[in-house]
């Protein structure tokens, strides 16, 4: 059974700090992984995805993927309020697949 | 440019009731995906489609789920008979289908309610 594990949070950050979001998985044949943001009421919409090693950076936010630890991580720099919503990680295990975790709850104080 | 469509965006039924859930994805793309939200699991595929064929429908819970995808630009979900655990929120998602690092567009969904 492939697996993506996502603490549920809720996690809360103040505005203008640093949002850190992590997902583990449980099969090292995983190749790709994606950070899908979805707003209360609303579909989830990709925000990136990364399928090698080290660290991607788009804007304000960075995807961070360890294989040999089966980490994957999102930060999110100078956090806004209008980033208040759940982040679900998902990963790809060679096709178009995805196993979806069942996402973090991020709460932005201002 | 038209995103994802679902129709109906709520659904209210009773136990036992066949339910039919619509979706026509972004026009050019081949792939086309159902998920069901809960909860309780989060967000599950229950199958997709590449090319209109059905590729993986591992994810659908039993026989009373049924997919199909006629054409490129229309897709059906039923349940028969419907049952109070299928309340959920189902979600249909399109991809252009030319690998796994594609970005798949999700619709708004159908809010099912079973009573």
């Known amino acids: 059974q492939k697996e993506v594990e996502q603490n549920s949070g809720p996690l809360s950050v103040p505005e203008g700090a640093i949002a850190s979001l992590n997902c583990t998985y449980s099969?090292?044949?995983?190749?790709?992984f994606f950070w899908y943001r979805q707003y209360s009421g609303k579909s989830p919409e990709l925000i990136m995805f990364?399928?090698?090693?080290g660290d991607k950076e788009d804007g304000r936010f960075t995807a961070q993927l360890n294989k040999a630890s089966q980490y994957v991580s999102l930060l999110i720099r100078d956090s806004q309020p209008s980033d208040s919503a759940t982040y679900l990680c998902?990963?790809?295990?060679?096709?178009?697949?995805?196993?979806f975790g069942t996402g973090t709850r991020l709460t932005i104080i201002p | 440019d038209a995103g994802v469509i679902q129709s109906p965006r709520h659904e209210v039924t009773e136990m036992g009731q066949e339910v039919t859930l619509r979706c026509k994805p972004i026009?050019?793309?081949?792939?086309l995906f159902w998920y069901r939200q809960t909860m309780m699991r989060g967000l599950e595929l229950l199958i997709y489609?590449?090319?209109?064929?059905?590729?993986?429908d591992s994810g659908m819970p039993e026989d009373r789920f049924s997919a199909k995808m006629p054409n490129a630009s229309f897709s059906t979900l039923k349940i028969q008979p419907s049952e109070p655990r299928d309340s959920a929120v189902y979600f249909c998602?399109?991809?252009?289908?030319?690998?796994?690092?594609?970005?798949?567009?999700f619709g708004p969904g159908t809010r099912l309610t079973v009573l």
């Open positions: 998602a399109s991809s252009d289908g030319q690998g796994v690092t594609d970005t798949q567009y």
């Open positions: 026009s050019g793309h081949n792939s």
């Open positions: 998902a990963a790809s295990f060679g096709n178009e697949k995805l196993t």
């Open positions: 489609f590449n090319n209109n064929v059905p590729i993986d």
């Open positions: 099969d090292r044949g995983s190749q790709s």
């Open positions: 990364i399928y090698s090693n």
